[in-house]
């Protein structure tokens, strides 16, 4: 059994209004663009969405919003990234966005603060002590340390400076000092340049889908314990956009999941449809569900549509088989959805006619023989007939185990009478079909093959009356 699908599609043909009609302005908007009521109230007029910008009917192509400056749109310290019909904004080195998110639009009061770096512990070294300064820090030397190939104030990351400390004539080069490979954090990753020494770090981040929910993400080797990762306080929770949008007159079809990249879609109720193209929401990396501005109008009359079904089967071994059979079902689906019985080892050509629509289409497909068929046997005059189609018995020319049984012959027949005597000493298809042997009992099995294209079916009869040659 087989279900075959089948979408019908009625397009709508655009003509130009005829003499004394009104033109209807809202059909011919662009993609991106919404259809509003002009201020004077003299009709409608076609208008680009945000972020958008064009003459509403031709033409509604991206507007830069980023051109006017990071700090206009976006604030201080930071970078504006322009993307198609929006932007996000994010923060420079040394300042992060007060919402915690990587990202961000300053429409909710989002802004960029200054990291304190102080607040790491030996970011500057033993014997160094942190300042923290606007978008950075610095770093001097306490008493009885001095810089080693370099000049106060510092920054380590910047200036790779180094000290060493003399305590009764021992001098403890920190520049020696060793952290190993940093540690692994759950569903995070590294940015790290494989420098272990004094003063390295390694900056973590979120894997995709996850963001941090911790205070930092940055870890310092230290001279503590001879050489020791700080621990970073970074914890990568996963994004969740929670439920999605509802929309007025649609359902959704959704697997219930709200990760990164999770997709749900709307599909206006019955008596309901949409003129938008887009019906589809996606869970993005800021935790919320993609705003579409789809929607769905009501008013519009559904009826069942009237289709015929006509199909004929034939087969190419058995030239006088047909089997043609018609049928009428009615559908409100888009998509219609067919069970035929069709039977095995037959061509088929299948027309079905939507009637009021006037569209036809023709499918044509093969049957092949069900599969796990049971094996029947009967018992009728001494003769049992069953089904050896095994892969272990389908050819003949494989020895058996038993030492006992062998093939006499292979004959291909040619009418429908064929006269053949066990145990003539003759050769048969490449085998040998040995005398008879006095005082032994036999079981005469005969196979017989049949093939139909690629399928193939094999069937034996067992004589139970066994060939007994006195001594």
């Known amino acids: ?142 008493v009885g340390y001095r810089v080693y190939n370099g000049a106060e104030p510092f920054n380590p990351y910047r200036d790779k400076s180094s000290w060493i400390l003399s305590c009764s004539m021992s001098l403890l080069w920190l520049s020696e000092v060793d952290c190993g490979s940093p540690p ?47 621990e970073p306080s970074l914890l990568c929770q996963e994004i969740s956009c929670s439920e999605p949008v509802f929309k007025p007159h649609a359902k959704m079809l959704w697997d219930g999941t709200s990760h990164v990249g999770s997709v749900v879609n709307y599909q206006c109720d019955e008596g309901y449809r949409t003129r938008r193209l887009k019906n589809l929401s996606i869970c993005g990396e800021n935790g919320q569900w993609e705003d579409i501005d789809m929607w769905c109008e009501g008013g519009f009359m559904t009826w069942a549509e009237l289709f015929q079904v006509t199909y004929t089967g034939s087969r190419d071994f058995q030239r006088s088989f047909r089997d043609k059979r018609k049928q009428f079902l009615r559908s409100k689906a888009e998509q219609l959805e067919l069970c035929l019985n069709l039977l095995p080892l037959t061509n088929y050509s299948i027309s079905i006619t939507a009637v009021s629509a006037r569209f036809t289409a023709t499918i044509t497909t093969n049957t092949s023989l069900p599969g796990n068929i049971a094996p029947t046997t009967r018992i009728s005059a001494g003769i049992t007939v069953f089904d050896c189609s095994s892969p272990a018995s389908s050819d003949v020319s494989i020895k058996s185990k038993s030492s006992s049984e062998y093939t006499a012959a292979q004959i291909r027949p040619v009418g429908t009478q064929m006269n053949f005597t066990v145990g003539d000493g003759l050769h048969y298809g490449g085998f040998y079909n040995a005398p008879l042997e006095d005082g032994k009992n036999y079981y005469i099995i005969l196979r017989v093959v049949s093939q139909w294209k690629t399928v193939g079916s094999h069937r034996c009869l067992l004589l139970h009356q066994y060939v007994w040659l006195p001594w």
């Open 184 to 230: 692994a954090l759950p569903h995070s990753h590294m940015l790290w340049n494989n420098i272990s020494k004094m003063g390295a770090e390694v900056v973590y981040q979120c894997n995709s889908g996850y963001h941090n929910v911790g205070m930092g993400n940055v870890s310092i080797c230290t001279a503590a314990g001879h050489g020791k990762w700080e």
């Open 1 to 142: 059994m087989r279900i075959l699908p089948l979408l019908l599609m009625v397009g709508e043909h655009c003509t130009m209004p005829a003499a004394g009609q009104t033109l209807d302005v809202c059909a011919h908007c662009h993609a991106n663009a919404t259809c509003d009521d002009k201020a004077d109230g003299s009709g409608k007029v076609c208008n680009c969405n945000y972020g958008f910008a064009g003459n509403g009917r031709t033409l509604c192509e991206d507007k830069d919003e980023c051109q006017l400056g990071a700090t206009k749109i976006c604030g201080q310290h930071t970078t504006c990234h322009n993307t198609y019909g929006s932007y996000y904004c994010t923060c420079l080195a040394g300042y992060s966005p007060s919402n915690n998110m990587a990202i961000f639009i300053p429409n909710d009061g989002t802004h960029c603060k200054d990291i304190d770096e102080c607040r790491v512990t030996g970011l500057c070294g033993e014997g160094g002590q942190c300042r923290n300064l606007e978008g950075s820090f610095e770093c001097s030397c306490q």
